[in-house]
Structures are given as structure tokens and as C-alpha cells.
């Protein structure tokens, strides 16, 4: 029996994967994709996540990791633009999570790919090659659950994510260079920015009823992207350098709902609770998992205390980050947070600061 059996291996696992095999534990990390690949993800590391990446011995800037200084909200044919008020950079997953888990292996952490989980019973799991036993369990297999693990309660109302990285003009790149870009869309937003080799990514989430309004495809979904001002300027002559956008359905975002984490395996990142992605914290948070996970497995803590500690540094600001999407989906708040931020831009900078983990501290 291995110490640690750790279920997918995104930023949430190979963190912990990392730190439990350099403090000297046996870990097994197992992970259904046999390669590097892309995930449905905005692409903004924030300070926090930057922070833990360079503990954990990956520098997104070796990576061609891209600056991003400023904050712009747009809204219909109008823009406010702000600086942000911490460093973050623009990285897509593709070249993140392979450096992760890289960097997991390099640590000591056995690693096995292109295996999937389909079932976990207390401290075994089921596999497509077999099952394998943990004294530690961490499940860190992203947003939906496996079977046999508790599953979480889903929201009424969900979210749909999509996913395209765009090859830009010379002009829009300048346009963009060193911003993020929020567009508030009715039931939803985009995000866009650079990330490494002169790409942009464009990520939206659309609530799933907002989603079903324009037909529920993505041609639907394009056509009024087409038909929104800021991105229609920026994307008219940008080249899609995927065939057909990645999608995710079913996002529940939000705290974790009650009773959600009380078998004996550790839930870590996404598992655990997806905070609005609008904020930009769910990498922070899913390595913040990681580290703590990795905490209670070398001190021998249990799954209970593990996520007493996990709630204690993310719920403000997963409650923080929900409230703020919640809002910005009613077109009465939007408007009134729009001409609040262009009387008042800094108010922008207030928010990215207001929906930030607390800094790590070794003993806390
Ligand atoms: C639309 C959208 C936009 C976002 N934008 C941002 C952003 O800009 N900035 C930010 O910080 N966060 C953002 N997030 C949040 C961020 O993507 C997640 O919080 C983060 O990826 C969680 O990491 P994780 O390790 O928990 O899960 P994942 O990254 O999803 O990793 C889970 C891993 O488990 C593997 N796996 C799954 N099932 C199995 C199985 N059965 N067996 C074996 N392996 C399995 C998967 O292949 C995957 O590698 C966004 C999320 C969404 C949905």
C-alpha cells in the first residue's frame, strides 16, 4: 500500500504530488491522459498561484508565461481600464500542467499515465488497469465526481465554459498587450488575453439557460460573440488555432455544498469547490489544496482536519468571488457595477484584491 494514492494529476494533484514525495512519502499519482493537453481555463495566473508555482520549483516566465498589469471591464460599446493591483501572468494549461507534473516526477512521485478511475471504495480505487490501495486517498480529479465518492449537490442552474485560442492581427495584439480583458455579457462573461507564442485565449461561461437561448452550439454562441462590439473588433481578422472551441458543461461553482467532504479521502482543487472563474483564483486555490493536502498526509492528519484547513483559507473568498458572479449576472448590478468602476476605476482593483486567498504561511 502506497502513502499516498493521488487520483488526476492537474495543478491540485501534481502539487501535492510534489511535496509529499520531496518530504520523503511514497506517492502514486494516476492520471487518465496520457499527454499534454488542454483544459477549459482562462489562462490568468494570478499572484497567488504564481507564488506557489515558483515554491513548487516552475517559473511560468521560462515558460513564455506573458505579463498582465491592467484590468480592462467592457460593457457593450464601452470600456474602463484599470491596473491591476498584483503581477499576474497569461499561460495556457497545456504547457502548465505538463511542467507540474513534470516537476512532480522529477520529485520522486511515481507517475502513471493514460489511466482512469472508475471507482472508489474507502482507500481503494478502481482502475482501468487494476485497483490500487492508499493509506492516504486524494481525489484532485477536477470538476466532476467519480464514482463511489460522495457527490456534490448541483446547482439549479449551471454554467457552460468554452475555449479557443486565437492566432491575432499585429493591431489587436497591441491592443491587448499587457491587459486582461472582462466582457460582461447578458448570463455570462468572456475573458480574453495573451498567453505564450503570440496566442490569445478566449474563455466564456455562460449560464446553461443563457446558453440554451442561442440554440446551444457553438455556431450560436459565435454569431453573437460576432455581434458584441469589443470582441467583434478584436477577433475579425484573428485565426482560431483550434478546429472547434474545448466546451465543459455542468460548472456548479460556489462553497462546497453541506456533507460534501466527509468520507476518509482528501478532496483537492476543483473536487473540493470551484470558485467563479470570473476572479481568476481556481488554479490559486487548486494548488493551495495541493499544499495542504500535502501538509496532513506527511503529518499524518486526516481527511476531516485537512478540509476544516482547506475551508478555513478559501471560503472567504470562494463566498467573495460567488456573491460578485451572482451579481454580475443580474443586468441591474451590472449596469450600476459599470458606471461604478468609470466614475471610479480603482474600484476594479479593490474586487481582484477582495477576491484573493490569504498568503500562504508554512505553519498556519
Ligand atoms: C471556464 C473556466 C475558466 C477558468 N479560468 C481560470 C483562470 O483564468 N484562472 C484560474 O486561476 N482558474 C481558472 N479556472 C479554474 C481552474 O481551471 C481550476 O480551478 C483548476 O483547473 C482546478 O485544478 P484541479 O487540479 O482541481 O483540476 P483539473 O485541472 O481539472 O485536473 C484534473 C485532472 O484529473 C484528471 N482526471 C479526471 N478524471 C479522471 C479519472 N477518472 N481518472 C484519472 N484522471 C482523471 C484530468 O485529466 C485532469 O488532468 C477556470 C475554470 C473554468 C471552468
Same mark, same amino acid.
Given at each position: 500500500?502506497?502513502?499516498?494514492?493521488?487520483?488526476?494529476?492537474?495543478?491540485?494533484?501534481?502539487?501535492?504530488? /510534489?511535496?509529499?514525495?520531496?518530504?520523503?512519502?511514497?506517492?502514486?499519482?494516476?492520471?487518465?491522459?496520457?499527454?499534454?493537453?488542454?483544459?477549459? /481555463?482562462?489562462?490568468?495566473?494570478?499572484?497567488?498561484?504564481?507564488?506557489?508555482?515558483?515554491?513548487?520549483?516552475?517559473?511560468?516566465?521560462?515558460?513564455?508565461?506573458?505579463?498582465?498589469?491592467?484590468?480592462?471591464?467592457?460593457?457593450?460599446?464601452?470600456?474602463?481600464?484599470?491596473?491591476?493591483?498584483?503581477?499576474?501572468?497569461?499561460?495556457?494549461?497545456?504547457? *502548465?500542467?505538463?511542467?507540474?507534473?513534470?516537476?512532480?516526477?522529477?520529485?520522486?512521485?511515481?507517475?502513471?499515465?493514460?489511466?482512469?478511475? =472508475?471507482?472508489?471504495?474507502?482507500? =481503494?480505487?478502481?482502475?482501468?488497469?487494476?485497483?490500487?490501495?492508499?493509506?492516504?486517498?486524494?481525489?484532485? =480529479?477536477?470538476?466532476?465526481?467519480?464514482?463511489?465518492?460522495?457527490? &456534490? &449537490?448541483?446547482?439549479?442552474?449551471?454554467?457552460?465554459?468554452?475555449?479557443? +485560442?486565437?492566432?491575432?492581427?499585429?493591431?489587436?495584439?497591441?491592443?491587448?498587450?499587457? #491587459?486582461?480583458?472582462?466582457?460582461?455579457?447578458?448570463?455570462?462573461?468572456?475573458?480574453?488575453?495573451?498567453?505564450? !507564442?503570440?496566442? &490569445?485565449?478566449?474563455?466564456?461561461?455562460?449560464?446553461?439557460?443563457?446558453?440554451?437561448? *442561442?440554440?446551444? !452550439?457553438?455556431?450560436?454562441?459565435?454569431?453573437?460573440?460576432?455581434?458584441?462590439?469589443?470582441?467583434?473588433?478584436?477577433?475579425?481578422? &484573428?485565426?482560431?488555432?483550434?478546429?472547434?472551441?474545448?466546451?465543459?458543461?455542468?460548472?456548479?461553482?460556489? @462553497?462546497? @455544498?453541506?456533507? +460534501?467532504?466527509?468520507?476518509?479521502?482528501?478532496?483537492?482543487?476543483?473536487?473540493?469547490?470551484?470558485?467563479?472563474?470570473?476572479?481568476? !483564483?481556481?488554479?490559486?486555490?487548486?494548488?493551495?489544496?495541493?499544499?495542504?493536502?500535502?501538509? /496532513?498526509?506527511?503529518?499524518?492528519?486526516?481527511?476531516?482536519?485537512?478540509?476544516?484547513?482547506?475551508?478555513?483559507?478559501?471560503?472567504?473568498?470562494?463566498?467573495? #468571488?460567488?456573491? *460578485?458572479?451572482?451579481?454580475?449576472?443580474?443586468?441591474?448590478?451590472?449596469?450600476?457595477?459599470?458606471?461604478?468602476?468609470?466614475? +471610479? $476605476?480603482?474600484?476594479?482593483?479593490? $474586487? $481582484?484584491?477582495? =477576491?484573493?486567498?490569504?498568503?500562504?504561511?508554512?505553519?498556519?
Amino acid at each position: 500500500m502506497t502513502d499516498a494514492l493521488i487520483l488526476g494529476g492537474g495543478l491540485a494533484g501534481s502539487a501535492a504530488a /510534489c511535496l509529499i514525495a520531496r518530504g520523503g512519502g511514497d506517492v502514486l499519482l494516476l492520471e487518465r491522459e496520457t499527454g499534454a493537453h488542454h483544459k477549459v /481555463c482562462g489562462e490568468f495566473l494570478s499572484v497567488e498561484a504564481v507564488a506557489h508555482l515558483r515554491q513548487l520549483g516552475v517559473e511560468p516566465l521560462d515558460l513564455g508565461a506573458v505579463p498582465i498589469q491592467r484590468m480592462r471591464l467592457v460593457w457593450g460599446d464601452r470600456a474602463v481600464e484599470t491596473a491591476l493591483p498584483f503581477a499576474a501572468l497569461g499561460l495556457s494549461r497545456h504547457a *502548465l500542467d505538463e511542467a507540474l507534473i513534470g516537476r512532480a516526477a522529477a520529485s520522486g512521485a511515481r507517475i502513471e499515465r493514460g489511466v482512469r478511475v =472508475t471507482g472508489l471504495d474507502g482507500h =481503494t480505487a478502481r482502475t482501468s488497469v487494476g485497483e490500487h490501495h492508499g493509506r492516504h486517498v486524494l481525489v484532485a =480529479t477536477g470538476k466532476l465526481p467519480i464514482r463511489g465518492e460522495r457527490p &456534490a &449537490a448541483r446547482i439549479a442552474n449551471g454554467h457552460v465554459g468554452f475555449k479557443m +485560442h486565437y492566432r491575432l492581427s499585429p493591431a489587436a495584439m497591441q491592443h491587448l498587450a499587457g #491587459a486582461i480583458v472582462l466582457v460582461l455579457l447578458e448570463g455570462g462573461y468572456a475573458g480574453l488575453q495573451l498567453i505564450e !507564442d503570440g496566442r &490569445a485565449n478566449l474563455c466564456l461561461v455562460l449560464r446553461a439557460d443563457a446558453f440554451a437561448q *442561442l440554440g446551444g !452550439d457553438w455556431q450560436g454562441v459565435r454569431a453573437w460573440l460576432e455581434g458584441t462590439g469589443f470582441l467583434q473588433r478584436v477577433l475579425a481578422d &484573428a485565426q482560431p488555432l483550434f478546429e472547434r472551441p474545448l466546451a465543459i458543461a455542468n460548472l456548479s461553482y460556489g @462553497p462546497p @455544498p453541506r456533507g +460534501h467532504a466527509t468520507g476518509t479521502a482528501m478532496l483537492l482543487g476543483d473536487r473540493w469547490a470551484m470558485t467563479p472563474s470570473l476572479t481568476g !483564483d481556481g488554479m490559486a486555490i487548486a494548488l493551495r489544496s495541493g499544499f495542504l493536502a500535502a501538509r /496532513c498526509v506527511l503529518a499524518g492528519r486526516d481527511a476531516g482536519t485537512y478540509h476544516r484547513l482547506l475551508a478555513g483559507q478559501t471560503g472567504r473568498q470562494i463566498i467573495r #468571488a460567488t456573491v *460578485l458572479q451572482n451579481g454580475l449576472e443580474s443586468p441591474a448590478f451590472r449596469r450600476a457595477a459599470y458606471w461604478l468602476a468609470r466614475m +471610479h $476605476a480603482p474600484v476594479l482593483a479593490y $474586487a $481582484a484584491r477582495a =477576491t484573493r486567498l490569504p498568503d500562504w504561511r508554512e505553519n498556519a
